[in-house]
C-alpha cells in the first residue's frame, strides 16, 4: 500500500477492477465498468484524523460483500480512497530538494510534524515534487505531502482485506477529483462533503493550495468566510485573480462571490459530494 505521490495523473497502468470511494453517507464503486453508490446507516462511519473512522466495520464489510462478492480465497487488487478530512494534504515550499528518497522522506516528515494533529512518528507520509512552474522567476520547489494517522489507514486496509480485497492504491478523494479539472489558468475547487469543505487552487496543473475543514451550517456566509480570504490569499500569492470556482457537492451557486461559476464536471456521469474522486480516478484513466 502507498499513499499515491502524483497528482495530475495519478493512474497509468490499468486501473484495478474494483474501485472505492468512502464517505460518512457510505461508499461509491466502481466495478469492472459498473458505478454505483452503497447507502450507510448513521453511525457506520465518522471521519476523523485523530480518531477511528469505522464504527461499525461490519457494516462496512457487509457493504463490500454486495458490491464485490468474494470469490474463493483469491484477494482481488482494490482502489480505495480516503475522506479528505481523514487525512491532512499540505503544500510545502523547498528552496533545494534533494534528489535521494532516502533524505527526502525525513525532510518532508520534519516539515509537516507541527501541522498534523497526531504523532508523525506513527503516521503514513506519502509526497510528491511537483514538476518546476513555467512562470519567470519561479524557483521554488514545491512538494504535497499526505499525512494519515497509521492507526487510522490500518483500520481502513483491514476492513478491504477482511472482504478479501488488497488495498494496493490509496488517495483522498480531493487529490483524485483534481483529474476533473484539466483547463489553464487559476481555478478554485470548493467540495462540499457533509460537514467538510475541501478547497483546492490549482494553476496550470499545479496545485497551490489545500484546504480541508469542517463547517457548521454550510450557509453562503459560513462557506464565504472560507473562500474570500482563500481568494485573497492567491490574489497575492499568484499574482492574479482565481478565474473560475468549479463547484461540488453544492445545492445551488453561492452567492455574494464576484466570480465565475460553474460545477465541477465529468465524462463518466455528474460528480457529487460522494463520488468525485471516484469519477476523477476513472477519469485518469480514460
Known amino acids: 500500500m502507498a499513499l499515491w505521490k502524483q497528482i495530475t495523473h495519478l493512474v ?4 484495478p477492477d474494483h474501485i472505492f470511494e468512502l464517505s460518512e453517507a457510505g461508499i461509491a464503486y466502481a466495478r469492472n465498468g459498473e458505478t454505483g453508490f452503497q447507502i450507510f446507516e448513521p453511525g457506520v462511519l465518522a471521519v476523523s484524523p485523530v480518531a477511528d473512522n ?14 464485490a462478492p468474494p470469490n474463493g480465497n483469491k484477494r482481488r487488487p482494490a482502489t480505495v480512497i480516503l475522506p ?18 532516502e533524505e527526502q522522506l525525513p525532510l518532508v516528515r520534519f516539515r509537516v510534524k507541527k501541522t498534523i494533529p497526531f504523532d508523525i ?5 506519502s509526497y510528491w515534487a511537483q514538476p518546476a512552474s513555467a512562470k519567470a522567476g519561479a524557483k521554488k520547489i514545491e512538494v504535497v505531502a499526505v499525512t494519515v494517522a497509521m492507526e487510522i489507514l490500518a483500520r481502513y486496509e483491514a476492513v478491504f482485506r ?17 483529474n476533473l479539472y484539466t483547463a489553464s489558468g487559476v481555478a478554485v475547487i470548493a467540495k462540499l462533503t457533509g460537514n467538510v469543505l475541501t478547497v483546492m487552487a490549482v494553476d496550470n496543473g499545479q496545485l497551490k493550495l489545500f484546504r480541508c475543514l ?17 481568494f485573497a490569499y492567491i490574489e497575492d500569492e499568484l499574482g492574479q485573480k482565481p478565474e473560475k470556482l468549479l ?8 452567492e455574494g462571490l464576484n466570480v465565475e461559476m460553474e460545477p465541477l464536471r465529468s465524462r463518466l456521469g455528474t460528480p457529487n459530494a460522494y463520488n468525485a474522486g471516484l469519477l476523477g480516478y476513472l477519469e485518469a484513466t480514460v
Open 247 to 254: 463547484l461540488c457537492g453544492f445545492a445551488k451557486p453561492i
Open 54 to 67: 469505522l464504527l461499525r466495520p461490519d457494516a462496512v464489510m457487509s457493504a463490500l460483500a454486495r458490491i
Open 214 to 230: 469542517t463547517i457548521e451550517e454550510g450557509s453562503d456566509q459560513e462557506i464565504l468566510a472560507v473562500l474570500n480570504p482563500t
Open 12 to 15: 497509468k497502468d490499468p486501473p
Open 84 to 101: 479528505d478530512y481523514a487525512t491532512r494534504v499540505s503544500l510545502l515550499d523547498f528552496d533545494s530538494f534533494p534528489s535521494s528518497p
Open 121 to 125: 512518528d506513527s503516521a503514513a507520509v
Open 162 to 178: 477482511n472482504a478479501n480485497l488488497y488495498p494496493g492504491e490509496v488517495t483522498t478523494s480531493g487529490l483524485a477529483a483534481l
